[in-house]
């Protein structure tokens, strides 16, 4: 018998219905479609705009969409965790709520940030639980409503985010399949570089701090691509020869949907051929938490029982890191 690991199950997503275009960006700010594209890879992203709907509202038609798909129960769920940077409020957590809204009745929650690369902190942390013996069904949402947090003058990270979640469902396996390992790094060198600087508790919000402008993102988009392709490409290179897997090995790479460059830059250090490089950043731009389930739900028909996956993410702070997963279903 094979020790017990923790497998992905089931997913599901949610993306708004209104498309914010590069040529909708051309007539707001100083750019054009061929300088985003060339430079990131994205064509248009999803805008939330249903009045008071916030992060939740988006997780929550995720894992009914995953419910729906595959016959999940929400009453049988034991945990939900909310991967996030943009919850509905602070203090309360997004998670709390959301699992409530969903019908996860017997389950725990609450919400974990990394960043970008909350996801993939997700991920580890469900199989932990799964592993740990005491719980069979974990649900784990990616969603951020990164328009909240967006200066749409400044063209500097307007162009890049875009709003969606996704949700995935975790469980015990014993088939071999589900997660096989992990590399998770963070270095707060980049706490300058990515980064909001008031509404925490080192700059609570004021009047000021609203006139100023201080409550948008803020990134050093070279020093944060730098850090990003170094990064990733290291983990992702590494994981591999950890777990003695050679390029014909692996069948996909799932890659933080951030900038092309940076994914193309992880697939040439794995020796990956652009086939085995699932992408959709031109349709979402980067959704932050919701990247990997989303490339996940569109490339679902693709994915087989046994495939070697590869997750790869980096994120603001710096977090960042790779796991090497065996997908454990067939699409029915």
Same mark, same amino acid.
């Given at each position: 018998m094979n020790k017990m690991t923790a497998a992905i199950t089931a997913i599901g997503s949610y993306v708004p219905d209104f498309v914010l275009s590069n040529?909708?960006?051309?007539?707001?700010?100083?750019?054009?479609?061929?300088?985003?594209?060339?430079?990131?890879?994205? %064509?248009?992203?999803?805008?939330?705009?249903? %009045?008071?709907?916030?992060?939740s509202y988006m997780a929550i038609r995720a894992a009914k969409n995953l419910f729906e798909k595959h016959g999940v129960n929400p009453e049988e769920i034991d945990l939900v965790i909310m991967a996030t940077?943009?919850?509905?409020?602070?203090?309360?957590?997004?998670?709390?709520?959301?699992?409530?809204?969903?019908?996860?009745?017997?389950?725990?929650?609450?919400?974990?940030?990394a960043a970008c690369s909350s996801f993939l902190y997700g991920m580890s942390t469900a199989a932990a639980y799964i592993q740990s013996g005491r719980y069979k069904k974990v649900l784990l949402i990616g969603a951020d409503k990164m328009s909240s947090i967006i200066d749409y003058t400044d063209r500097a990270t307007c162009i890049i985010f875009g709003d969606g979640a996704g949700a995935v469902l975790f469980?015990?396996?014993?088939?071999?399949?589900?997660?096989?390992d992990e590399i998770l790094?963070?270095?707060?060198?980049?706490?300058?570089y990515l980064k909001i600087d008031a509404?925490?508790?080192?700059?609570?919000?004021?009047?000021?701090?609203?006139?100023n402008g201080q409550h948008t993102v803020f990134?050093?988009?070279?020093?944060?691509? %730098?850090?990003?392709?170094?990064?990733?490409?290291d983990v992702s290179e590494k994981i591999m020869q950890r777990n003695h897997l050679s390029h014909d090995d692996v069948n996909w790479l799932v890659a933080h949907q951030a900038n092309k460059r940076i994914i193309d830059a992880t697939a040439e250090r794995m020796g990956l051929d652009e086939s085995k490089v699932l992408i959709n950043i031109h349709r979402y731009g980067n959704t932050t938490s919701?990247?990997?389930?989303?490339?996940?739900?569109?490339f679902e028909k693709q994915l087989k029982k046994g495939d070697n996956i590869v997750f790869a993410a980096f994120?603001?702070?710096?977090?960042?890191?790779?796991?090497?997963? %065996?997908?454990?279903?067939?699409t029915k």
């Open positions: 040529e909708v960006l051309e007539t707001m700010i100083d750019t054009t479609d061929e300088w985003i594209t060339t430079r990131t890879g994205i %064509k248009e992203r999803r805008i939330l705009k249903e %009045k008071g709907a916030g992060t940077a943009t919850p509905d409020m602070p203090v309360a957590s997004t998670g709390v709520y959301v699992a409530t809204q969903i019908g996860a009745v017997n389950a725990f929650a609450f919400d974990l940030q469980e015990p396996n014993e088939e071999g399949f589900g997660l096989q790094r963070s270095d707060g060198i980049g706490r300058e509404g925490g508790s080192i700059l609570p919000a004021s009047k000021d701090t609203v006139e990134q050093d988009g070279k020093t944060v691509f %730098k850090y990003a392709v170094s990064g990733m490409a919701a990247t990997l389930p989303l490339v996940l739900c569109d994120g603001g702070g710096f977090t960042w890191g790779a796991i090497y997963l %065996k997908w454990a279903y067939d």
